[in-house]
Structures are given as structure tokens and as C-alpha cells.
């Protein structure tokens, strides 16, 4: 026990030190910085929705253009998979330069602009614009008419009147930005926040005067509706902009900067933590809630698991130790050591088996890595798509361990096609994946959304999988069939034993259906979060907390299933392969389950594309949680049962 507590002391000091650092990160992003009366380019990004899932690029919508026409700024094949079009703006800012009032330009919305304006709205899409990477924050009202940051997100084009249910849209915006100098004596500034407070102001000129939006004279005409020196207020807003057929919509900016103290270093902190609208102890809560689960579960393996097993290994070497017919005809055997002979039979479908395993360690191997290296700072938000990326090249560089285990594993059972074993595993998940990616692509494409990635893009991505996955998947086959057989220490009779019929509790389809609530119970809290950041445009960056949570779902997993296979055993059932697999990844079943409860959360369109993209994902997701955990169950199982026969005499 004095063991077990040094270890999660340490395992909860790691979690503290990775979560300390969140505060500095290493982006791999040079700093920026400009002098007074720099521009600073901001930038345009995808619009989204939560009550849709599907992206739309900003420009599709009736909103002032740049000179020239838009141009794309994206830069990572990560920015395309994951539905980012980063474009440039017409807006222009200058370092330390405030900004009353500036129009942008008009625009007269035609029938279809404005049924497309007016559907978005309705939608909830909102506005992504970015400074210097710095996504921003909107700034809204309470209920109390008090104003409040959201740093996730970005901010709503428009809104829906809930009296008349008419659509207004938010055509004056105010820029407010914080800048740090770091040395007083030496002119230079950083941007280390941004922020966007949208309004909707029906804009009027002066003296009546009336602007078709070309005329060089309306740029110069003041406005009546907001003041050229000093910036708009929301008490100032006589009338809103409504959004109708053949309105003259006006769009305007204020610009507002202000000093702070925030260093450029830890400047995305409070994107990362929503300003502690969510405190920690949330997240303290899931690390304890899955402790307390682990420590439960490892006391009751210890207590029946080494209690039991040391009776039942005692017991039946001294059988074996004895040698008169008198006390062998006194005797007969009971419990696992029956099923000596059964118990490394290889299972049925054992292709398929070895293939689900393989590709398990492969994608726990990369999610282990991709935490990691999340946890300690590479993979920055401040990279938009770098978290993607990085998937994919741990996934692909993973190929070879999986070719490794499933070529292993398929040798032990003696197993003869080996070039079809390892193709399956080369292509079976990472196929499926992809074909549903693609499925969604096209449909995506021909849906006029930005998160249909380019043509390039997806042959780039067949291309990693067909001359980098797939060949190091068989080169990793190649070592695991030239290394030496896997060893049994029993020896398999050639007809099967017949499996008595189980008592209701031990049945094995009661272990493979409920025991996934288990393992499910020490994780929910942080998939919860893991979902919001998935589907709800959250930052997701407490990823300390995230690798504790999934090594204790791992642990889980092991220590369930090991019982379990254990009383299977007891009952003379050999066929535990399978069951093992099941029994531990049928957590992804309960992950899928609650996916389903979950997503009344979004309220949800009534676009059948919505549902589609939310289902076929998840179903994605938790079939590949389903391979891990059942990788995770079937490994240790495995060096559970090899243990344990090896420890007893077999005549």
C-alpha cells in the first residue's frame, strides 16, 4: 500500500506540474511586433455554428470585400481537415491608431442575399476574425445589462427579434485590442488581447443625405447615427438594422486600444480557461472521481484476485504432487486449471481479432503521444490544425507497431495468411476512416461549406497513408514474423472441451454488455469537456488533467477485465479472447450511448447533414476508443492467463 501511494503522488504532481505550465507555452510562433502606426492585418475565418456543424466561408455571406478580393491566408494541411479557410479582411488597423466610425462599405441586398443573410442568423453563425493569431473574444450583455467577455466562439452576425422574429444584423462592430510594451524605453508594442463588440445600428447621414455605396462623396459625409470622435455606445443606438429585401446595409468599426500588463508569453490563458468561468476544481473533481474508482477496483482485484489465486496454485500442485491412485480417484478437479488444454485456442475469426488488436495499440500509442506532447506545450492553439496534424503523422508512424503486434499475435495461432492479416490491418480502420471522410467531403462540397477540404489536401492525406502508413504497417509485419513464435505454457488438445452452461451472473454477455459502465464512470467528466471542445468551438488545452484521466481509463479497463476473465475461467469457459476485448471496450458503447443524450445539448438544426456528420463522427470516435480498450483488456488478459498456467503442473 505504501507503494501504491507514492505512486499517485507522483502520478497527481505530474498532473500539477503539466498543468502550471499552461501559463507558457511552446508555440513555435516568433513574437510580433509592431511600431505606432504599424498595420495590423486582421483576418477572416470560417463562419460556424454549433446548431448546424457545418462551416461556411466568410465571404459567402453579403459583407464588405477587400480590395482586390479575398485571399487565402491558411497555411496547414491541419487548417483545411479541420474546416479553418483563414482569409484576409477589408478592415484596417493601425498600432495605437483609435478609429471612430470608419465605413467599410454598403450594400443593398438583393432577394437571395438576403434570404442566405437571414438564415444564417437564424442559424446562430458567428463571426471568427483574428489579430496576430489571437482569435476574438465577444463582448456581450448579461442578463443584468452587464458586459461580458466569451473567449470561444467568436461572436454572432446577427440576431433574431423574439417579439416580431425579424433578423438584425450586426453591422457596426468595436475593435478593442490590449497591447504590451515590453521595455518603456524602447518603442515597440505586442498585441495580447482582442476583443469585438458587435451592434446593430440602422445608419443614417446627415442632412438626409442618401449613399448608394459608390459615390466618393458618401465616404466623406458624416454619419448622424455615431459620432467621428468618440466611440459607439450601445446607448447611443436609436434603431437596429434590419434584415430585408433591397435594405441598404451600412457597415462601420471603431477601433479602441488599451495597455496591459499581460505578458505575450501567457496572453492565451485566458482564452484557455474562459477567464475561470469554468474553475479548476471541475477538473480536480474528475482526477479524483476516477482515483477513487481505480483504488476501489484495485483493492477488490488484490483482495480476490492474489487471495484466490494463491489457494487455487497451492491447492492444485499439491494434487499434482501426489502420486497413489487412492487419493487421485478421492479427487476430481475443479475450476480453471480444467480448461488447460483450451485455454490458448486460438478464437474464432482470429484474423479479424489480430487486426482489432493491432490497430488498438496503434491508435493508444498515438493518443498517449498526441497528449503528451499536448500537455507539455508543442501542440499550441496558437497553430490552428497543428493538433490534427500531428494525429495524423503519430497515427502514421504508429503503422509499424501495429504491423509488429497483429503479425505477432497471428503467428501465435498459426495462422498462414499473413500477407492478408497485415494488408487488413494496413487498411481496415484507417479505410473505413477514410471513405467516411470523403463520403462527408463531397457532400460537404456540394453544400457550400468551407470544411470541405481541397481536392490537394485530400490526395495529399491518401497519399501519407498509401506510401507511409501502409509500408511501414508491413515493415513492422516483416519483424513481427521473423521474431519467434509467441510461447504457451500449456499445450492445446486438438477437439474443444464443452463450456458448461454459466450461471445468469456469469454469462459472458452480461460481462461484455455492463462492465463498460465501469471504466465509463472514471472518465465521463472529462469526456464531457473533450465533447464541448469537439462540437461547441471550446478551447480544450487542460490536457495535464486529460492524460491522467486516460491512463486511469486504461487502468480501469485492465483491472475489469482480468477479474473478470478470471471468474470466466472459473466457470470452465476457455473462450475468453474475444470476451476479454469486449469486456473492457465496451466502455466505447457507454461513450456512444451518452454521445446520443449529449446531443440534445447542441439544439441541434433540422438539416439531416447535421445529423449525419455529428453520428458518423462520434461512431468513428468511440469505435476507435472500442479498439483501444479492448487492445488495452485482451494484452493484459493475455499476460494474465499466460501467468498463471505457467505457474501450476500439467501432466
Known sequence: MASMKRRWAAILLASITLQSISGFYIPGVQPQTFQSGDEVPMKVNSMTSIHTQLPRDYYRLP??????????????????????????????????????????????????????????????YHNNWIIDNLPSAAVGLTATGQKQKHYAGGFPIGFVASDTAEAYVYNHVNIIIDYHQRDPDVAGYRVVGFAVEPM??????????????????????????CSSNAHMERSMIRANQVVRRDERILYTYDVTWRSSD?????????????????????????????????????????????RNLKRDIAGYNAIAALADEENDEDKEETGWKLVHADVFRPPSASMLYTVFVGTGVQIF?????????????????????????????FYMLCGVVAGYVSSRLYKSFRGRQWQLCTILTATFFPGMAFFVFLF????????????????????????????????????????????????YPTVTSTIARAIPKPAALLNPWVGMTVTGVVPFAAAYVEFFFIMTSLWMDQFYYVFGFTLIVFLILCITCAEVTVLLVYYQLCAENH????????????????????????????????????YLLYFGYMFLFCFAMLLVTGSVGTL??????RKIFATIKID
Open 63 to 124: 459583407f464588405c470585400q477587400p480590395s482586390g478580393g479575398p485571399k487565402m491566408a491558411s497555411e496547414n494541411l491541419g487548417e483545411f481537415l479541420t474546416g479553418n479557410k483563414v482569409q484576409n479582411s477589408p478592415y484596417t488597423i493601425n498600432m495605437l491608431t483609435e478609429a471612430y466610425c470608419v465605413k467599410v462599405c454598403q450594400v443593398k441586398l438583393a432577394a437571395r442575399d438576403y434570404m442566405t443573410l437571414k438564415l444564417h442568423i437564424k442559424r446562430g
Open 200 to 225: 446593430s445600428i440602422k445608419h443614417e447621414f446627415q442632412g438626409g443625405y442618401e449613399w448608394d455605396g459608390q459615390e466618393t462623396e458618401g465616404w466623406t459625409k458624416q454619419l448622424s447615427t
Open 262 to 306: 499581460t505578458m505575450w508569453a501567457s496572453r492565451w490563458d485566458v482564452y484557455l480557461n474562459e477567464d475561470h468561468l469554468v474553475p479548476a476544481q471541475v477538473h480536480w473533481y474528475s482526477i479524483t472521481n476516477s482515483i477513487l474508482v481505480v483504488v476501489f477496483l484495485s483493492l477488490l482485484v488484490i483482495s480476490i484476485l492474489v
Open 365 to 393: 500509442i498515438t493518443t498517449l503521444s498526441v497528449i503528451c506532447f499536448s500537455a507539455v506545450g508543442f501542440l499550441s492553439p496558437a497553430r490552428r490544425g497543428s493538433l490534427m496534424t500531428a494525429s495524423l503523422v
Open 440 to 487: 462527408f467531403n463531397i457532400v460537404l462540397y456540394f453544400l457550400h461549406s468551407s470544411a470541405s477540404a481541397p481536392f490537394l489536401d485530400v490526395v495529399i492525406v491518401a497519399a501519407m497513408w498509401c506510401c507511409v502508413s501502409i509500408p511501414l504497417v508491413f515493415l513492422g509485419a516483416y519483424f513481427g514474423y521473423k521474431t519467434k513464435t509467441l510461447e
Open 575 to 610: 473462450r475468453w479472447w474475444w470476451f476479454s476485448f469486449f469486456t473492457s471496450g465496451s466502455t466505447a458503447m457507454y461513450m456512444f450511448v451518452y454521445s446520443i443524450f449529449w446531443f440534445r445539448t447542441l439544439e441541434a438544426s433540422r438539416m439531416l447533414m447535421t
Open 636 to 641: 493484459v488478459s493475455l499476460w494474465f492467463v
